[in-house]
């Protein structure tokens, strides 16, 4: 098990710790984007159309029930954490400034850290799920 998974396995001090930390940085980055003068995209239609603050709630809720419903967190908490983490600073932001803050061009279109945790979180938890197999000796 990675060091950081074997960190935050059990403890749920340190996974709201990590959590609220990452939550801080990513609104902290976008505030200061905002407000000295680096070039951003204001995101206020995420899926390409206006789903309003009540829908975003829903659907941040929506993820994290699952994710404990699944009992992922258990299994992967260092993925897990990067996943809830992105959703909830993108619905935090769009409630603080209005909108998502992009400010990182990729590819053909531009993205924030929240964004790229999401995507991250959900590739290795994945990979973890389908690929990796656990031996005898970590299932004790």
Do not use: C, H
């Amino acid at each position: 098990m990675y060091k950081f998974q074997s960190i935050t396995k059990y403890n749920w001090f340190w996974q709201s710790l990590i959590l609220l930390t990452i939550i801080v940085v990513n609104i902290g980055i976008s505030a200061l984007i905002r407000n000295f003068g680096f070039y951003y995209v204001p995101n206020e239609y995420p899926f390409g159309f206006n789903i309003g603050i009540i829908s975003s709630a829903l659907i941040v809720i929506f993820v994290t029930w699952g994710i404990f419903a699944l009992d992922l967190f258990s299994k992967s908490p260092a993925f897990t954490l990067l996943i809830l983490a992105g959703g909830w600073s993108n619905f935090l932001e769009r409630i603080i400034f209005g909108s998502a803050t992009d400010y990182i061009m990729f590819v053909a279109s531009f993205i924030n850290l929240a964004d790229l945790q999401i995507w991250v979180g959900l590739i290795l938890l994945n990979a973890q799920i389908w690929f990796w197999k656990p031996s005898t000796k970590e299932k004790e």
